[in-house]
């Protein structure tokens, strides 16, 4: 499946741009910290629900999405399968505290590309978004 920006010749030197998606802010702006070090992302927005993570995946377009499992209004299993049914070529990683096979089970069934616990350091982070984002759905 084709990415969703059109390819340019520039965008080799392009940086991933990641849509951060969970309920608390301190963790919001660790995970912007951690991301914006790196020298090939950079955090275009947050949002604190699913539902807000909808509207700004329409009007961002990010890379990758990190999306945390229980937040209010709309959970991340139900934002995945709202911006996957419009975006289905979106690429999308799973980021919780819950090591829960029932958890993870219901976010591989919305679409996520993979799951990842909150309590990884910020290598094992960095390197999860870089896989996702060079993954294809299948």
Same mark, same amino acid.
């Given at each position: ?9 520039? &965008?080799? @030197? ?7 998606? !969970? !309920?608390? =802010?301190?963790? $919001? @702006?660790?995970?912007? *910290? ?5 020298? %090939?992302?950079?955090?275009?927005? &947050? #949002?604190?629900?699913?539902?807000? #993570?909808?509207?700004?995946? $329409?009007?961002? *377009?990010? @890379? ?10 709309? %959970?991340?299993a139900e934002a995945t399968s709202r911006i996957l049914a419009e975006m289905p070529g979106m690429k999308i990683l799973a980021l919780s505290i819950y090591?829960? &096979?029932?958890?993870? #089970?219901?976010?591989? $069934?919305?679409?996520? *590309?993979?799951?990842? *616990?909150?309590?990884? !350091?910020? &290598?094992?982070?960095? @390197? #999860?978004? =870089? $896989?996702?984002?060079?993954? =294809? =759905?299948?």
């Open positions: 499946m084709e990415d969703i920006r059109t390819a340019t010749g520039e &965008e080799k @030197d392009m940086k991933t741009r990641v849509l951060i998606v !969970d !309920d608390h =802010r301190a963790f $919001r @702006d660790g995970l912007k *910290l951690v991301i914006n070090h790196q020298t %090939d992302m950079e955090v275009i927005g &947050e #949002a604190e629900d699913g539902e807000k #993570a909808v509207a700004m995946t $329409r009007e961002l *377009l990010p @890379d990758i999405i990190l999306m945390d499992v229980k937040m209010p209004i709309m %959970d991340g090591d829960d &096979e029932g958890f993870m #089970a219901g976010m591989m $069934r919305a679409g996520v *590309l993979g799951y990842i *616990l909150k309590g990884c !350091d910020s &290598e094992e982070l960095s @390197d #999860a978004i =870089r $896989r996702t984002v060079g993954s =294809r =759905r299948t």
